[in-house]
């Protein structure tokens, strides 16, 4: 079970930190599996925002992302995190965790997703 929170609204240019803890059998083996942050906004489909592999070693991000926000785990908690600096109105949304045995599955199709958080970022 991944278990996301941390949603909110907030104002644009504000910050704002999501997490999402894994547990359950299912995630025995969370400290190998990749996670990650996919992203839906209203209308549109859900997109890949951020993934990290299980060591923390390796981490991707979407360009639309890239320098504003930031992955990173903890594997003594089970938790991965996504700390979101200078929000936009785009994005605008609502988060989801997933886990994978690979980065790039995490990136492509993970197998394993969470409930969604929902971020608003207001003018």
């Known amino acids: 079970q991944l278990q996301a929170s941390g949603g909110g609204l907030v104002q644009a240019g504000a910050s704002l930190s999501l997490s999402c803890a894994a547990s359950g059998r299912t995630f025995s083996s969370y400290s190998t599996a990749s996670m990650g942050w996919f992203r839906q906004a209203p209308g549109k489909e859900r997109e890949f925002v951020a993934g990290i592999s299980w060591s923390g070693g390796s981490t991707y991000y979407a360009d639309s992302v890239k320098g504003r926000f930031t992955i990173y785990r903890d594997n003594a908690k089970n938790t991965v995190y996504l700390q979101m600096n200078s929000l936009k109105l785009e994005d605008t949304a609502v988060y989801y965790c997933?886990?994978?045995?690979?980065?790039?599955?995490?990136?492509?199709?993970?197998?394993?997703w969470g409930q969604g958080t929902l971020v608003t970022v207001s003018s």
């Open positions: 997933a886990a994978d045995s690979s980065l790039g599955r995490v990136r492509t199709q993970p197998t394993y």
